[in-house]
């Protein structure tokens, strides 16, 4: 089997790439921290060919951060809805017939002040309706430092909206009074639980000072205070979603962090549904070559 094209998931810290069949299957590919931080101004156009020297002289289709004005070039962000034709239709060219850069997606309502932005999810979003993952019209959510939640209608990005979930959780435990207290590992437990249900009840920044204070008066044990944080954090966010008794939400998310949004989401009464990220970016970005290829 040989491949078509590669396909090249850039963000800012990771960089995940693949060698791709024409009809999705992966001939070869990498993982690396080769991310957008990691690369000097100027120097995009020798990781492209050292990626080519790994994975075959082809041509190639990236997204993520990437496209960002910090990335190779800016690709411009397309307003929802959106779907895979329209990513394909607004690639960004680098080198000419060589690599392209996929567009990201934006909110750009004229009743909303501030919108919303997305690069390289957008892939993985549509991927996960193109393959069968998910239905065309369903929310999907992508945990992580910012965590998406996408309305998908019509197998398009219909709206989404950000929450910096993951950072905030970094921040606390490296640069905040919280610090001290938020060392432990965290995983889902009565600790974990008991915070998702407290962050679904508001007052968050109230919440967040009395982990410190649960811990100095022994009514929390401080080993419990990340799991705690964690799951006041989490349950934030997904309290926010206001999700109906029973909806299903598709989750596209490694283990670690699935299983902590899967434990959150059962806790507000919606069922989670475990979807392959890697399948889905795959899926995504082998229909935007098809449709490219096709014109």
Not at 93 to 112: N, S
């Amino acid at each position: 089997m040989s491949a078509a094209f590669i396909g090249v998931d850039w963000g800012s810290t990771n960089r995940r790439a693949w060698a791709l069949a024409g009809d999705g299957r992966v001939v070869a590919g990498f993982s690396d921290a080769r991310g957008l931080m990691a690369v000097a101004s100027g120097s995009f156009a020798l990781e492209a060919a050292a990626i080519r020297a790994r994975l075959g002289d082809l041509p190639m289709l990236c997204a993520g951060m990437v496209g960002s004005a910090r990335g190779w070039a800016s690709a411009p962000y397309l307003a929802c809805p959106a779907g895979l034709g329209d990513l394909a239709a607004g690639l960004v060219w680098v080198e000419a017939g060589r690599t392209a850069i996929v567009p990201g997606l934006c909110l750009a309502r004229l009743d909303d002040p501030a919108g919303d932005v997305m690069r390289g999810e957008e892939v993985q979003l549509l991927g996960a309706v193109a393959a069968g993952l998910a239905p065309g019209d369903a929310l999907l959510c992508q945990p992580g430092t910012h965590c998406k939640w996408a309305r998908m209608a019509g197998s398009k990005v219909a709206g989404f909206a950000t929450a910096m979930t993951g950072e905030m959780f970094a921040l606390l435990k490296t640069h905040s009074l919280l610090a001290d207290f938020l060392t432990a590992g965290v995983s889902d437990g009565a600790a974990f639980r008991e915070g998702v249900r407290a962050g679904f009840n508001g007052d968050l920044l109230s919440q967040l000072f009395r982990i410190r204070a649960a811990a100095l008066l022994g009514r929390r044990a401080p080993e419990d205070s990340a799991a705690y944080a964690s799951g006041l954090l989490i349950g934030a966010d997904v309290g926010a979603r206001t999700l109906s008794p029973g909806a299903r939400v598709h989750l596209l998310a490694g283990p670690a962090l699935g299983t902590l949004y899967a434990a959150a989401i059962g806790e507000a009464g919606a069922v989670p549904i475990a979807l392959s990220s890697e399948a889905a970016f795959i899926a995504g970005i082998t229909e935007i070559w098809t449709r490219r290829h096709a014109h």
